[in-house]
Each structure stands twice: as C-alpha cells, then as structure tokens.
C-alpha cells in the first residue's frame, strides 16, 4: 500500500466524516454543516442535501449499490436513505456498545466497527446480527473501514494506520500514514484505490493497494 495522491477538501466542509463510493462518485458525510455531499475524485461537490434523519453527526457511510447506509457514533443506530435524502428507514442494531463509526457493504452483509470493544459486527440490511469478530490487531482510535472485494481496510489509530485484513479479519499488511494526516477518519474502496479521509488537513487521501 502507498499513497499516491491527496485532495484538498476544506473548502466543502472542515469536518469531513463518511466516505462511500457509488460507482461513479463519492458521498462524503460533513459535520460543519450537517450534509451529505456528492464529489468527484478530484474533490469538486456535484451536489448535497441536508441530513434526513434525527441526528446531525454521521460518521461511517456506506453504498449497497441502491441506497445509503450511516452510523450514528452516540448511538447503535443505522440510517438508510436515498441519494436524493429521502430516509426510509432507521435500525437500531442491539449491539454490546454505542460507540460505533465505520460501515461497509460485502454486496450482501453490512459490517460496522466498534471503537471501543474494537469488533466489527457482521449484520444484514435489517439490523440483524449474524456475528462478531475482534480485532486485536487494532488500537483504540480505529474508524473507517472498508472492503475492496477481497479484503478489508481499517483506518484510524493513534498512528493514523492503515490495516489491511483478511476476510476473517487477520492482519495482513499495515500502512503508517501520520505524516499525511493525523486524524484518519472515514474510508471507501472505487474499485481500484482505497480513498480515506484525513480529518485534522481535510483531506481525500488516494491510496494504491
């Protein structure tokens, strides 16, 4: 893994959060003015809409390829809704903590990782869980994750470190990032590069796998 490029994103919002990828664009989620904002690759906004559920401070944010999918860092709550912000539904995942940021899609099952307990939770598009898996290779700090086809990719940690994981979540690979930013937060996979969001620089961070 190596970064290879970045993009200034300051200017669309300064607390840049979620990051999914629809097959031609980015969503990113933005805390500063509680949006969601459509990008291109080089960071130009093609559009945005405000929030369409209660709380106001997404993190993670996933595509499944028909709808949008984001968590709800204060509670174990998962918001599905269109690309035009229209919500359609809200599930309450009953989890084993609240603290929950980063979700990615399999082309079938949701994951979503918890912070603090530092597991990812397999669940299905309902809510319901099917299992869980540790982490222990992770620090605390990790937020982002994504999921390339193959692998899985966490981001985040005291040392803005990139973790590429097996399909059952071994570490295979890690990538220290701390000179490019030192807050990584949300992260997605366009079929080529893994693209992260560095939080602290407001930053798109393009990565070759």
């Given at each position: 893994m190596k970064v290879i490029n970045t993009v200034d994103i300051s200017a669309i919002d300064t607390d840049p959060r979620g990051l999914a990828?629809?097959?031609a664009y980015f969503w990113m989620s933005g805390n500063q003015n509680d949006k969601y904002y459509h990008l291109t690759r080089s960071?130009?906004?093609?559009?945005?809409?405000?929030?369409?559920?209660?709380?106001?401070?997404?993190?993670?944010l996933t595509y499944d390829g028909y709808f949008l999918y984001a968590t709800d860092a204060g509670n174990?709550?998962?918001f599905k809704f269109t690309t035009s912000g229209?919500?359609?539904?809200?599930?309450?995942?009953?989890?084993?903590e609240a603290t929950i940021w980063g979700?990615?899609?399999?082309?079938?099952?949701?994951?979503?990782?918890?912070?603090?307990?530092?597991?990812?939770?397999?669940?299905?598009?309902d809510g319901t869980i099917v299992k869980s898996f540790s982490v222990s290779s992770a620090g605390?700090?990790?937020?982002?994750?994504?999921?390339?086809?193959?692998?899985?990719?966490?981001?985040?940690?005291?040392?803005?470190?990139?973790?590429?994981?097996?399909?059952?979540?071994?570490?295979?690979?890690?990538?220290?990032?701390?000179?490019v930013?030192?807050?990584?937060?949300?992260?997605?996979?366009?079929?080529?590069?893994?693209?992260?969001?560095?939080n602290t620089n407001k930053l798109l961070i393009q990565i070759a796998l």
């Open positions: 990828w629809d097959g960071g130009v906004s093609v559009g945005s809409f405000t929030v369409p559920h209660g709380d106001a401070a997404p993190q993670g174990q709550n998962l229209v919500l359609v539904r809200t599930v309450t995942v009953q989890a084993s979700v990615t899609f399999d082309g079938f099952y949701l994951y979503w990782y918890h912070t603090d307990n530092r597991l990812i939770i397999k669940i299905l598009r605390f700090g990790f937020r982002g994750l994504a999921f390339d086809g193959v692998y899985f990719y966490l981001i985040g940690g005291d040392f803005s470190t990139v973790l590429k994981l097996s399909p059952d979540f071994i570490l295979l690979e890690a990538l220290n990032i701390l000179s930013d030192n807050t990584l937060v949300g992260c997605t996979f366009d079929g080529v590069y893994l693209w992260c969001i560095g």
